[in-house]
């Protein structure tokens, strides 16, 4: 059987996280990080600051007081819950499609939102204490946005098929695809390096008690809330919500008023929530209204299900083998694919992803950033008179010292030889050049000793600004003009910094 990322991998383009979304990941992985360093980080981008203090200050998230600052929030709420918050805004913020068709991403987010409440009331209740639930309940079904997105003629067939066999979406996503959401959903927040907590319980979320592993609880969290959220966004039937009755009371031993309360409750933070994110909830209603008739379905229902057979447990341990061996084999191809070898800064091929995005985001929203692009002086005389291996280590020694300076919202990267480029996203040229300024200076004091030899290096630095108003240019057009000034900067006496203006239309 082919491995399910091979499959995946040949019909659907994962797409990467938003750089924002990175930049806290790598942040919150570091032992030595503060809650300075993340709050300065959120801060970069006032947008997601001005939505999670809204969020910090609802009922919902903090009942304890007022939030004024993200440090503030970091330590009423801690960083495991503003980061969840954060990367949820984001998230949520990145997949906004356009309507197309039958498929309306407000729709789909309004039920994952209120899937992400329920899931989150329901952890409390049962004690499980799973501060991730949140975010794991929110993108449980984000594989049937990235689907649609990639192949929306094909998904139409998913759901033709399911209308007309009467079976379920994961079945009929399989039959187009040879993959579900569930998988797809999985391995995209696994090639995004988040953590195992968070990816696993999606890859089987819709199985129930058909797969068991350390995450059967959490799964068992996420049926019961995808129930609610179904319910309350308006599918029709009862038959979700006795279903939600049926795993309280089976797996975690709540009835009655408990289950009521609960149910009632997470309707009414649902609301809440969604006015954090800016979501109308449109004909979402109390669950109230309809519990009455949900009871009389509940009593028609099985007892229990089937135990599972032989042939699946040898599956089960099949395929938690097989994402496992997935798991390293990704983790690797990361490092390979988006990390310079040398250097150990990023390398060309994420700063072309990286700048491809910065410029949508700089035409959509009418932003602006600047790039610039340094090169080492006298590099090759260097490489003649010491060779390449000491060579190479000028350029690690010049990596390591730009990367303690560059501010944490800057991409650097190693762009080929001895030529780097950094973005600096929301930056204008003056303060661009107060950057390059600093980097050239930290260079030009900067000695590379190679036994009783003192090699001292300098770099000259072309600098360009790009906002919305110079119109759609390309990415080569911007990268031409910052090498322009870098041109400029080498013929007028290196060891300097100049900048050019892109035309504005």
């Known amino acids: 059987m082919q491995p399910i990322q091979a499959l995946i991998s040949g019909k659907i383009r994962l797409p990467s996280p938003p750089l924002i979304a990175i930049k806290i990941l790598e942040t919150i992985r570091k032992d030595d990080f503060t809650f300075q360093d993340l709050a300065f980080l959120i801060e970069s981008d006032p947008a997601l600051t001005a939505r999670i203090l809204k969020a910090s200050n609802s009922s919902y998230f903090n009942p304890r007081g007022a939030v004024t600052s993200i440090e503030r929030a970091l330590a009423l709420l801690g960083s495991i819950t503003v980061t969840n918050i954060a990367l949820s805004f984001v998230i949520v913020s990145e997949f906004q499609a356009e309507p197309n068709g039958s498929f309306d991403t407000t729709v789909f987010w309004r039920r994952a939102l209120t899937a992400a409440v329920a899931a989150d009331m329901v952890s409390t209740l049962v004690g499980s204490q799973n501060r991730d639930i949140f975010v794991i309940a929110l993108l449980q079904d984000i594989g049937i946005l990235v689907m649609y997105g990639n192949k929306p003629h094909d998904y139409q067939k998913v759901f033709q098929m399911r209308e007309q066999q009467r079976i379920a979406l994961c079945e009929a996503e399989r039959g187009i695809f040879g993959f579900d959401h569930q998988e797809l959903g999985a391995e995209l927040l696994l090639s995004w390096q988040l953590p195992e907590e968070l990816y696993a319980p999606i890859r089987h979320h819709h199985s129930g008690a058909a797969v068991s592993d350390p995450y059967q609880q959490q799964r068992d969290i996420l049926c019961v809330a995808d129930c609610l959220a179904s319910f309350c966004c308006g599918t029709p039937g009862d038959a979700k919500i006795s279903r939600a009755k049926q795993i309280l009371y089976e797996t975690f031993g709540l009835l009655g008023q408990e289950v009521e309360t609960l149910i009632e409750t997470a309707t009414a933070r649902a609301f809440e929530v969604l006015e954090s994110f800016a979501i109308p909830p449109d004909a979402m209603r109390p669950l109230s209204l309809i519990l009455q008739e949900a009871n009389q379905e509940l009593s028609n229902l099985h007892e229990s299900y089937e135990m599972q057979t032989i042939e699946l447990k040898q599956a089960k341990e099949k395929a938690e083998k097989r994402v496992q061996e997935l798991h390293d084999a990704n983790v690797l191809h990361r490092e390979l694919a988006f990390r310079d070898g040398l ?106 000793n190679v036994g009783d030899v003192a090699i001292k290096t300098t770099i000259s630095i072309g600098l360009t600004r790009y906002t919305a108003t110079a119109g759609n240019k390309t990415k080569e057009q911007i990268i031409d003009i910052a090498d322009k000034a870098l041109y400029l900067a080498k013929h007028g006496g290196k060891n300097s910094t100049r900048a050019l203006k892109f035309p504005e239309k």
């Open 343 to 448: 250097t150990g800064i990023y390398n060309r091929r994420f700063f072309q992803e990286a700048l491809d995005n910065e410029l949508m985001r700089a035409q959509r929203y009418k932003r602006q950033f600047s790039l610039a692009i340094f090169d080492v002086d006298d590099f090759k005389t260097i490489n003649d008179a010491h060779g390449h291996t000491v060579g190479d280590l000028v350029l690690i020694n010049i990596g390591k010292a730009v990367q303690e300076i560059v501010r944490v919202t800057d991409i650097f990267a190693r762009y080929g030889g001895d030529e780097f480029v950094i973005i600096m996203p929301e930056t204008d040229l003056s303060n661009a050049i107060v950057v390059a300024e600093n980097l050239r200076a930290r260079v030009e004091a900067l000695t590379t």
